[in-house]
């Protein structure tokens, strides 16, 4: 038993089989999709009494957080199917670590039609909550019950579900610097029922982490600084993880047996970048990064990087590819924002996403930093946004006529080693852009719209076919899922032209853009001066 219980929710607790980007399965409609897929797709971390092998890295934090003022006996970070056996007259307070608790993320807006449909995050966070909740009413408890984490704001925007669900406090920020206090707030009943964190802690004030992270997880760095008016995290003052703090949480997974470490970032190649003007990286400190996570592990991974970087910088990504070994069976994924191909959107509201290039130059950026990837055997998932403030047909049927170009340009220079994939999502208002319309891609879809959905699904289905192979060789899982995915992204492309018919679109032939691959004219060495990379 214990004073605290951490705990969330089941689709955060899943490793999906080790199948690449089917985290998302969470933003799945719950009810469009039979049962049968999601529990075959399933696969829970094991626990052990009931206490969770492995934690998403933000519960381990606050679990770290709170082991500065409180004995290891007092805190649990419990598997939600197993919370029942922490939770007694003697708990204080039971604390949920929540992603996506609503299903008001960008991913889950688009795939459950503007929130129309039941998202599987939100199924199962109600599921959890409520039976927390028979808990404390059956046994006449008086524990609190309390959410925090990224999506932890959906319980603000939406206070009706929160006060049914019987939440008593919402936490809202970067808790690290301030945990104990708050959590003794909460235990004397002094506590906001929605405690606003104001301001960050310093790289000092956040902890290392004490016990295993999911996945091998390990944050590299926090906030990004380039500004995008859309991105709350972009917005938020970028500190830098010292390199011996991240090693150690590095040897803290790996003396647990997981063989991977994901480097966590906003943006990997802004790693203590020292030109806060044109964001060129500082590719020895990102080298060395790398250098020193693969001392522990060849399954070295990063999770979000800029293509802009990855284009100024070409040695760079040629040197770490170098250190990890990626080759045609090793391949490193990353995960980029790509938003919309239109150089005046890019500029107006995210102007230092392309830097150190130009607005003019962000078609082109993206066909050239995604060769530079693939050539070094990185696998570069974008996602783009429907719904931006500002959009037009010319916009998104320009994002469409990009997919085209890269998918061509690509293959005709590097042939079975060109891989990407584009995922759509709906536009959230969130930073300073908190007072715009949450798109709904029913009501508001418009034909260039429809066709920048469709082409990125066409190559989607694409890759599917070609690359998840590659990505997933040497996971047994692969034999049973890969006919079940092949099926169901040609189910979803034709599903998705009997939509737009529905609605009076019709998909027609795009021409490519003019641009062309001219990367290899760069010098690829990773210490030239900005003047000199181009």
């Known amino acids: 038993m ?34 049968w897929v999601f529990r075959f797709l399933d696969s829970q971390i094991p626990d ?22 409180c004995p290891r006996e007092d805190i649990v970070v419990a598997h939600p199917r197993k919370v029942e056996m922490f939770i007694d007259e003697n708990t204080e307070v039971v604390a949920l670590y929540e992603m996506d608790p609503l299903g008001l993320g960008p991913v889950t807006m688009m795939f459950t039609n503007g929130g129309q449909w039941r998202s599987y995050t939100y199924v199962k966070f109600r599921e ?61 009943e002094n506590a906001s029922e929605t405690v606003f964190i104001r301001g960050w802690p310093k790289v000092e004030e956040i902890p290392t982490i004490v016990s295993p992270s999911y996945k091998g997880l390990v944050e590299v760095m926090r906030g990004c600084g380039r500004g995008c008016r859309f991105c709350e995290p972009n917005l938020r003052v970028a500190r830098f993880i010292p390199l011996e ?48 996570a693969r001392k522990y592990t060849r399954n070295v991974n990063p999770t979000h990087g800029t293509v802009a970087g990855a284009l100024a910088v070409p040695g760079m990504i040629e040197e770490i590819s170098r250190i990890v070994e990626a080759n045609e069976n090793h391949w490193i994924g990353i995960q980029v924002g790509m938003e919309t191909a239109d150089p ?48 037009n047909d010319d916009a998104e049927i320009m994002t469409a006529r990009l997919i085209i170009t890269m998918e061509k340009e690509l293959e005709e220079k590097l042939g079975n080693r060109a891989h990407f994939t584009v995922t759509p999502l709906a536009f959230v208002p969130m930073g300073v852009l908190k007072g715009e319309e949450f798109y709904r891609v029913e009501d508001m879809i418009t034909y260039g719209q429809f066709l920048h959905l469709y082409y990125a699904w066409k190559h989607l289905a694409k890759e599917i076919l070609k690359g998840l192979p590659k990505v997933m060789r040497g996971n047994p899982f692969l034999i049973p899922f890969f006919p079940l995915a092949r099926l169901g992204v040609r189910i979803v492309l034709r599903q998705i032209e009997k939509w737009g018919k ?14 062309r691959i001219e990367v290899d004219e760069f010098r690829w060495n990773y210490k030239p001066s900005l003047a000199e990379a181009y």
């Open 2 to 35: 214990a004073r605290i219980v951490l705990t969330t929710d089941e689709t955060l607790t899943s490793t999906y089989h080790d199948v690449p980007l089917l985290d998302f399965l969470g933003c799945a409609p719950y009810d469009k999709i039979p049962k």
């Open 48 to 69: 052990e009494n009931g206490i969770l092998t492995q934690a998403p890295y933000g519960l381990r934090k606050v679990e770290a957080a709170l082991l500065r003022c």
């Open 128 to 188: 959890l909550i409520e039976r927390i909740n028979r808990i404390r009413e059956s046994r006449k408890l008086k524990f609190k019950i309390v959410v925090g984490g990224p999506g932890a704001w959906q319980l603000e925007m939406r206070r009706d579900e929160r006060e049914r669900l019987k939440i008593d406090h919402v936490v809202i920020g970067e808790v690290e610097h301030v945990a104990c206090e708050i959590f003794q707030d909460i235990i004397n």
């Open 245 to 292: 703090k991240i090693e150690s949480e590095i040897k803290v997974n790996m003396n647990a047996g997981i063989d991977h470490a994901w480097l966590h970032s906003e943006d990997i190649f802004l790693y203590k970048v020292e030109d806060r003007k044109n964001f060129y990286p500082n590719a020895e400190a990102v080298i060395e990064l790398f250098e020193m």
């Open 344 to 391: 005046e959107i890019i500029g107006r509201l995210m102007n230092n996403k392309m830097k150190p290039f130009s607005p003019e130059e962000w078609p082109w950026v993206l066909l050239n930093g995604t060769y530079v990837f693939n050539k070094n055997y990185w696998f570069p998932a974008y996602t783009t946004i429907l719904g931006l403030p500002g959009d």
């Open 502 to 515: 529905k609605k009076g679109f019709e998909v027609k032939k795009l021409e490519p853009l003019d641009i």
